[in-house]
């Protein structure tokens, strides 16, 4: 028998079923793990805050009702943390995700030090308006302001502005922990509350229709960067 004989395509597909079908899987279920973690983070980090914050109030500073916390879990891929003038909305994709060959990851030794090491789960961070989710503003946009990816050993790395773990480099020496997730929301807060809603360019907003006017329906976008290119770069320090 020949052992060059190429595999028959039934063999072929169990080993990938059972090769890279399962690592997906099992990378999946990592990332929802962490997830699941993070929810309870967020919910926690919100009430230090609360109580932080009622401990201002007592000593006497007046505080607006507006500056609190609210944690909602909106189901098995979702929960938003409410603040301010703020919304966090934290998402886990439901696949498993694979880089690009021009990404930067690859420069990383550890990438290419066994095959699946790049083949991460994400969890976004978008930023919207308060008012645009009360007020169910559909056509509000919202805005990326952090990712994070996790691969099946916990390694992991962040993409976003003021995220101390956005360094490709780091990617397989650290691995994730409760104090590293706790870095990646605080930091994604502290991002949100300095990146301020600009005052729309005129010649972008200077005409509406009289069907528009009339319209239950019809309201003039609002965004942090509506008519402007939006780049995480530009926020300020505060």
Same mark, same amino acid.
């Given at each position: 028998?020949?052992?060059? #004989?190429?595999?028959?395509?039934?063999?072929?597909? !169990?080993?990938?079923?059972?090769?890279?079908?399962?690592?997906?899987?099992?990378? @999946?279920?990592?990332?929802?793990?962490?997830?699941?973690?993070?929810?309870?983070?967020? %919910?926690?980090?919100?009430?230090?805050?609360?109580? %932080?914050?009622?401990?201002?109030?007592?000593?006497?500073?007046?505080?607006?009702? =507006?500056?609190?916390?609210? *944690? =909602?879990?909106?189901?098995?891929?979702?929960?938003?943390? =409410? @603040? %301010?003038?703020? !919304?966090? /909305? +934290?998402?886990? &994709?439901?696949? !498993?995700? #694979?880089?690009?060959?021009?990404?930067? /990851?690859?420069?990383?030794?550890?990438?290419?030090?066994?095959?699946?090491?790049? *083949? $991460?789960?994400?969890?976004? !961070?978008?930023?919207?308006? *308060?008012?645009?989710?009360?007020?169910?503003?559909? $056509?509000?946009?919202?805005?990326?302001?952090?990712? &994070? +990816?996790?691969?099946?050993?916990? $390694?992991?790395?962040?993409?976003?502005?003021? #995220?101390?773990?956005?360094?490709?480099?780091?990617?397989?020496?650290?691995?994730?922990?409760?104090?590293?997730?706790?870095? @990646?929301?605080?930091?994604?807060?502290?991002?949100?509350?300095? +990146?301020?809603? &600009? /005052?729309?360019? +005129?010649?972008?907003?200077?005409?509406?229709? /009289?069907?528009?006017?009339?319209?239950?329906?019809? =309201?003039?976008?609002?965004?942090?960067?509506?008519? @402007? %290119?939006?780049?995480?770069?530009?926020? &300020?320090?505060?």
């Amino acid at each position: 028998m020949d052992n060059d #004989q190429p595999l028959s395509p039934n063999k072929q597909l !169990v080993a990938a079923l059972s090769g890279k079908s399962n690592v997906k899987s099992l990378i @999946f279920d990592r990332a929802l793990e962490v997830f699941n973690s993070l929810k309870e983070l967020l %919910a926690e980090i919100s009430n230090d805050l609360d109580e %932080a914050l009622d401990e201002i109030k007592d000593s006497g500073v007046e505080l607006s009702r =507006r500056v609190k916390l609210e *944690y =909602r879990d909106k189901g098995k891929l979702e929960a938003e943390v =409410r @603040f %301010a003038d703020d !919304v966090l /909305v +934290f998402s886990l &994709l439901p696949d !498993v995700y #694979q880089f690009d060959r021009e990404h930067p /990851v690859w420069k990383n030794p550890y990438s290419t030090k066994e095959k699946f090491n790049t *083949y $991460c789960g994400v969890i976004t !961070v978008h930023n919207f308006l *308060y008012e645009s989710v009360k007020l169910n503003r559909e $056509c509000d946009p919202g805005y990326l302001i952090s990712r &994070l +990816f996790i691969n099946r050993e916990g $390694c992991f790395f962040v993409e976003g502005k003021r #995220q101390p773990r956005n360094k490709i480099s780091d990617f397989g020496t650290v691995t994730l922990d409760k104090k590293e997730l706790r870095d @990646f929301v605080e930091n994604a807060m502290l991002y949100a509350i300095s +990146f301020d809603l &600009l /005052v729309p360019p +005129f010649e972008n907003v200077k005409t509406i229709t /009289v069907g528009d006017k009339d319209s239950d329906d019809y =309201r003039i976008p609002t965004g942090k960067r509506n008519g @402007f %290119a939006f780049n995480t770069d530009d926020v &300020l320090n505060d």
